[in-house]
């Protein structure tokens, strides 16, 4: 198309963010990974045109990578799973750059918090009578 | 029988006809039913239509009206909404092959703002499968396929209202309700040629929604008009203890009349210098016309430039975030691989491992940009741009690998809630609509409204249709 435009930061299409946006997380030890998978080529080929990353950011895109295989890996083909491995790298660079970005301690998150506060319930009514205390049993 | 103008008429000018009693409601619904049931599905516009509910609330509307109770400009006016709102008893899809006989015993809170008023619901409008929470590559990613456009059927309407957009374009009901993320409004009201509200984020309920991000999710007219959406608008906003994302009661609620604009103050509008990149040069060619029209009746129009940060990519992670876990059940079960596209069938895998450090760096770059814009907002009432820098798009299109630029406004606006209108502004060679979109601070959804309105005193794009047999 002729508005192919090279995109640095992210892509317009809402579905191609929801798809994009990526992990950091869950690192999986290898030592847990199914042993057939290490010889897959889906782990390790990798996707053409996949953005340079660093040594840590590219160690953190296969942790991730093997994290969903060592979860989901029965449930995907093939394809899937070199989709997958392109996704999360191409995920990786907008990843950085939100690390990168300088915050303050004092910045709080844009996110807030309603406390369920008891004018949302109604008043327990009082006793009228107090009730008496039951004497002790064994006194 | 109304003649075929009827279809294509305004809200305001049908519940002119409809008080006046010149119109029945009942007639009225019959003839956009018919017109539905034949065209509908020739764009797959609807995911179900609902004559039976239909004509049961016209019937009750003309009552009313008969007996001099008229209720206001949605009386007996008949609407689509998306099939991601929750109607009683109907099926309640999210466009998704996983919810296909989903059924909820409740209304959402929108329906039930609508049904208050006395609007008449024909069907619910087809949509991108969860609303493109899972992502998607082509289109076709819907339980009802692929959604074209009016203008040209080898076209897309955009997503994920892609119904809405499609039945308010082809004349299939008077308006339509959508839902926006990011972008969901905004695109099919551009792609489609109709007049779209993204209101600020917490004024209209999302109880009886499906919710994708939480802390993003805003529902919306599509309708003819700027006027339109205002009208729409003032019936669904307002708090909603049931949806705690809702502002409060003093922020909420909205009311319109033309008659407030004659008091309205000057606006001043901002023209984005960088909102996209580069514009394909079909649509450069009436915004530039549309800027001229914006000089001359906001004379104030000066040139501003959107800050410059990760926004975007800030949005993508709290979207994927809160998406993945929405969709957890769906993910986890491996239901996912029952949706329609390849993309989204795979995507929540990734999506749900990320860190919760990032995605509080995401809220607080959130918290950084909405302080820039309100900052921004000192200066202008209104900031305008293209509100897309391309026409609909082919429907076999890859959207992953063949559409693909920067959105920092979607991105921006989005993140921070804020309020934003799209309106037709022109059309490319091909004959495809253009839009131009109003963005305004926080809670001002007058400003955007009063600036589509200005601009469509002074044109007539909204009022051209696309030519249907």
Avoid at chain 2, 331 to 342: F, H, K, M
Wanted: net charge positive; with cysteine; glycine share 8%.
């Amino acid at each position: 198309m002729s508005n192919k435009i090279d995109s640095a930061i992210s892509r317009r299409e809402f579905a191609r963010r929801a798809a994009f946006a990526s992990a950091a997380a869950s690192l999986a030890p290898s030592s847990l990974l199914p042993p057939e998978s290490v010889a897959a080529p889906w782990l390790t080929q990798q996707p053409a045109n996949a953005p340079k990353l660093s040594p840590e950011s590219q160690a953190e895109v296969e942790s991730r990578i093997q994290s969903i295989f060592a979860q989901y890996g029965k449930r995907l083909s093939d394809a899937q799973k070199a989709d997958i491995r392109r996704l999360a790298t191409e995920a990786q660079p907008p990843l950085d750059r939100l690390r990168a970005f300088a915050t303050n301690n004092g910045d709080g998150p844009g996110l807030y918090l309603k406390p369920l506060m008891e004018r949302e319930k109604k008043p327990s009514p009082m006793p009228v009578t107090p009730k008496r205390a039951n004497p002790p049993k064994n006194s | 029988m109304p003649g075929e103008e009827i279809f294509y008429l305004s809200v305001s000018e049908l519940a002119k006809r409809v008080e006046a009693k010149k119109l029945s409601p009942v007639d009225l619904t019959q003839v956009y039913l018919d017109r539905s049931q034949k065209l509908g599905p020739r764009f797959n516009a609807y995911a179900v239509l609902t004559p039976e509910i239909a004509l049961e609330q016209a019937k009750a509307a003309e009552k009313e009206i008969q007996r001099g109770h008229y209720r206001g400009p949605l009386h007996g006016i008949p609407y689509a909404a998306k099939d991601l709102l929750a109607v009683k008893g109907l099926p309640t899809t999210w466009g998704a092959k996983p919810y296909a006989n989903q059924i909820f015993d409740y209304n959402a809170t929108v329906i039930e703002h609508l049904n208050r008023v006395g609007a008449v619901m024909i069907g619910k409008a087809s949509m991108i499968e969860l609303a493109g929470g899972m992502g998607y590559r082509f289109a076709s990613a819907s339980l009802q396929g692929e959604t074209k456009n009016p203008w040209d059927t080898t076209c897309w309407t955009c997503g994920s209202s892609s119904g809405s957009g499609a039945i308010v374009a082809a004349g299939l009901a008077a308006f339509a309700i959508g839902t926006e993320t990011w972008g969901s409004i905004i695109c099919p009201s551009a792609f489609c040629g109709v007049s779209g509200l993204r209101p600020t984020y917490g004024r209209v309920s999302r109880y009886g929604a499906m919710a994708l991000a939480p802390s993003m999710d805003k529902i919306g007219p599509m309708a003819r008009s700027a006027e339109d959406c205002a009208r729409i608008f003032a019936a669904i906003a307002g708090h909603d203890p049931k949806d705690r994302g809702t502002v409060p009661i003093d922020k909420g609620a909205f009311t319109y009349s033309p008659s407030m604009e004659l008091r309205a103050r000057p606006l001043k509008i901002g023209w984005l210098t960088n909102a996209w990149k580069s514009l394909e040069p079909g649509v450069a060619k009436p915004v530039e016309a549309a800027t001229k029209i914006l000089k001359k009746y906001f004379s104030s129009l000066k040139d501003v430039a959107l800050p410059v940060g990760p926004w975007e990519d800030a949005g993508n992670i709290i979207v994927a975030v809160e998406g993945a876990a929405s969709f957890r059940s769906l993910i986890r079960s491996g239901r996912v691989s029952e949706l329609t596209d390849p993309l989204g069938q795979i995507a929540g895998y990734v999506n749900e491992q990320y860190s919760a450090a990032d995605y509080l760096q995401a809220l607080k770059v959130r918290e950084i940009i909405q302080k820039k814009m309100d900052s921004l907002f000192e200066t202008f009432d209104v900031i305008a741009a293209a509100a897309q820098p391309v026409p609909a798009t082919p429907l076999t299109l890859n959207l992953e690998t063949d559409l693909a630029f920067p959105d920092p406004l979607g991105g921006i606006g989005n993140i921070c809630g804020l309020p934003a209108m799209s309106v037709p502004c022109g059309f490319t060679d091909k004959n495809l609509p253009v839009g131009l979109q109003f963005v305004g601070r926080a809670g001002d959804d007058f400003a955007v409204i009063q600036a589509g309105r200005t601009f469509q005193l002074h044109t007539d794009w909204h009022k051209k249709h696309p030519k249907i047999h």
